[in-house]
């Protein structure tokens, strides 16, 4: 998650001070090298403009890719396996909402913004669970404009079955910039048929403070999470904090079972989350990232020498690298050498009259789907999972 940290212009003394209340890890200082470079580029922008087509310096990067970075959300399995095993569709609901809100966490220092994924990029990884079990992920980035991100994630023995879309738009806004972040999360608890889908929606993002004051990152406004078959819904309110009153990274809430009111949903997306339930008035823990947030689960991804050309870390890798050497001229040469890649690409395409093909996922209905049909046996679905996003590679 996050975007890209801006040195205040002119700040010093007070103005060096991070805003009351803020994680020192969402805040960030430039050098003065990297200031006077992000102060050129914003001199070049105006207030209201599409970010898409404008080049940030390399040293605001987060080192991994957005196909990498969405695999946040699958960091705590155990919040949603076993869901299908609720009777009760309320306790089902509450559980995707732990699974959707204990990903937020997860993010670099500072506030600093994925890899952009070029058109045909694709990440894939495996997790190897605890009980035995698995789970797969594949990515691949099916549009470049707009940007669209696809996902699938499935864990056949924990009956859990995600898919998204993800199309980010950025605007400068005078001291911020905001990414709205279209698209949506699909769950289906596959143990469970008869709930059909659960749908949430993603809240924005604004790194504020990119003028004057201290860099801060922030979600804000509104996202919902449904349930149709249900009439189970929740809009939660992602509050960025007011000049004068709140608190960074709050969270607000309730869930609704048709028109009647289930309970509230309240914390921080980056401390306590609680919900409190209308009939009993109980509070119960959602997920706490001081006591859980390092309990994420590990994945298992190809090493770099084994990954193909167009997969995430080997595409990136020389970028990867200077960044973490902090070698800003040689991290630029790199992005530039994958971007100018992508344009003559593009240009050979329209000279030749010929359209990019998605390989992992294909359009349909509006929605970008896996091109997997999955096996009716569940004792079957793992081997046909493994085989679709890792082919057997053909001899050199």
């Known amino acids: 998650m996050g975007f890209f940290k801006g040195r205040p212009r002119g700040a010093s003394g007070a103005d060096d001070k991070a805003p009351e209340d803020t994680n020192p890890d969402d805040t960030s200082i430039l050098d003065e090298d990297e200031g006077s470079i992000i102060t050129s580029l914003i001199s070049q922008l105006r207030v209201g403009m599409d970010l898409s087509k404008v080049t940030f310096p390399t040293f605001v990067l987060e080192p991994r890719s957005m196909l990498e970075r969405i695999t946040d959300f699958m960091a705590h399995p155990d919040l949603i396996f ?4 609720c009777e009760d569709p309320e306790e089902r609901f509450i559980r995707v909402l732990q699974y959707y809100l204990a ?7 500072g506030v600093k913004k994925p890899y952009n994924p070029v058109l045909g990029e694709f990440f894939r990884c495996r997790y190897d669970y605890p009980n035995g079990t698995q789970g797969f992920y594949i990515a691949e980035q099916v549009s470049h404009h707009p940007p669209v991100s696809a996902f699938y994630y499935i864990s056949p023995e924990n009956q859990v079955a995600i898919l998204g879309e993800l199309r980010p ?122 006591k859980n947030g390092q309990k994420v689960a590990p994945k298992w991804v190809a090493p770099e020498d084994e ?3 167009y997969e995430s870390r080997r595409l990136w890798h020389d970028l990867t ?33 010929t359209q990019h093909s998605s390989r992992f996922f294909r359009q349909q209905e509006g929605r970008w789907v896996p091109r997997l049909e999955l096996p009716q046996d569940p004792k079957e679905m793992v081997p046909a999972v493994q085989q679709w996003i890792w082919p057997p590679r053909a001899p050199a």
């Open 82 to 85: 076993g869901a299908e095993n």
């Open 321 to 353: 690298v200077a960044i973490n050497a902090k070698d800003m001229e040689a991290a630029t040469e790199a992005k530039t050498a994958v971007e100018n890649a992508q344009r003559e690409l593009r240009s050979r395409r329209e000279e030749e009259g």
């Open 169 to 290: 738009k950025s605007k400068f806004l005078g001291n911020s910039v905001s990414t709205t972040m279209e698209g949506e999360n699909r769950v289906r608890l596959m143990g469970r048929p008869e709930d059909g889908e659960y749908v949430i929606t993603m809240p924005n993002m604004y790194a504020r403070g990119i003028l004057f004051g201290k860099m801060v990152l922030e979600l804000g406004d509104t996202c919902t999470a449904r349930n149709d078959r249900h009439g189970l819904s929740s809009d939660l309110e992602f509050k960025t904090k007011g000049f004068f009153s709140g608190t960074y990274n709050a969270i607000l809430g309730r869930v609704k079972h048709g028109h009647n009111d289930v309970g509230e949903i309240s914390g921080k997306w980056s401390g306590l989350m609680e919900f409190k339930s209308s009939k009993t008035g109980e509070k119960r823990p959602l997920f706490d990232v001081g």
């Open 103 to 109: 990903g937020w966490h997860i993010k670099p220092k």
């Open 307 to 309: 990954q193909e050309p």
